[in-house]
């Protein structure tokens, strides 16, 4: 009589994962150990309201994890690896230029914190590159000249912001159980004057200097309104109008994508930038003289002329990208200086050097001479699109050296 086999042994059944609590600090948590021996743990939030439930939860959340595919071990996730998952998913639908900042913001901070695992990013580390940040190498030759230097306040500020973003969704996916980017404090900026304002006869040398050159029409004019050089660049014919003497911006010139895009038009810098400009008269003339000199350049043109209703336009009449005009500007100010040296007489004193300011200063040089004028800040802070006066006042107002010998006089019989 043959044995009877015996029956198998019950397998006993595979444990999909545990809820522990920690002994040194009380924390509950739940764990599961991945098919490949990997081991996953998340911690239930200190605040929970109830710490045990909240950890089964989190172990059903890592088991469905485990079968769907959709779990990432912590040390396979790094700060680098995140920043690319969430820049990808953030991007969508968003600005040209919104992308390209975000490319710069994830370059600064993987040059620091990128290796570092995820899950043992700390605020201390977040805090350190905050303080200690630097430019890194960079292909574009425009930012090579940048590199090793502190980086900026506002390239700090973009930086953290976006990790900040980023770090809020680990949270929400559950990758982390807190933000060890929200403790960090930026430090303080410094407000300073934005830039340098001409006096009023270091802006007419320059006009008088440039008369007859392609741009002259859009130097008057920015001087003449405080419009920013890109608002001035997409105006069209049709936002000027005669009738009542004003001017529309409701758009803006900037930088293109590639070389291939060299400018895109979009949506003014804040919301108070959409604005009309009242036109005094000399500001009229302008227009009426580049309109003169738009139907000059058409028919010189012929053909190729396109037809775009561009009040700045270039030669065949497309947009002129914004560094068509920094260069334009480089040359003015480059004639502006020869002007000079050419008028100087005294063969024993150099020629006065003319102050070399950025595009931008037209815009500060408006305010500044506006407001010695009298006219009333608020009415300034509106012409150019400023969301308040204070901004106007505190930041982009200049004090000239003859206003403070005036100060000095009428104060002199004081006591």
Known sequence: MSATPKAAAPQPKRKLGSVFQRKEDGRWAAAITLPNGKRITRYVAPDHTDPERGAHELLAKLITGSVTGDLTSPSELTVERWLAEYVTRANHDKAASTIRDREYSVNYLNATLGRTRLDRLTPVMVQRWVDTARYPQHERKEHARYAGQPLSH????????????????????????????????????????????????????????????????????????????GELLALKTTDYNPQKSTIRIERTVKAGTDKYVRATVGKPKTENANRTIPLPPDARTTIERQLAKIASMKAAAGSSWQRNDWLFPSEVGTLTPYDNAHRAWTQALTRTQATINTAHQDPNEPPPTFPRIRTHDLRVTFISLALRRGVKPEVVARMVGHSSPLITLKIYRQVFDDEMTDAADLIADLV
């Open 154 to 229: 506002r390239a700090k500020a973009k930086g953290l912001q976006l990790l900040r973003s980023a770090l809020d969704e680990a949270v929400a996916l559950e990758h982390l159980t807190r933000n060890p980017a929200r403790p960090v404090k930026l430090p303080r900026r410094t407000v300073k004057n934005v830039g340098v304002s001409w006096t009023q006869d270091e802006a007419r040398q320059f006009l008088q200097a440039n008369e007859g050159t392609h741009h002259q029409n859009l130097w008057h004019l920015a001087l003449q309104t405080g419009a920013r050089i």
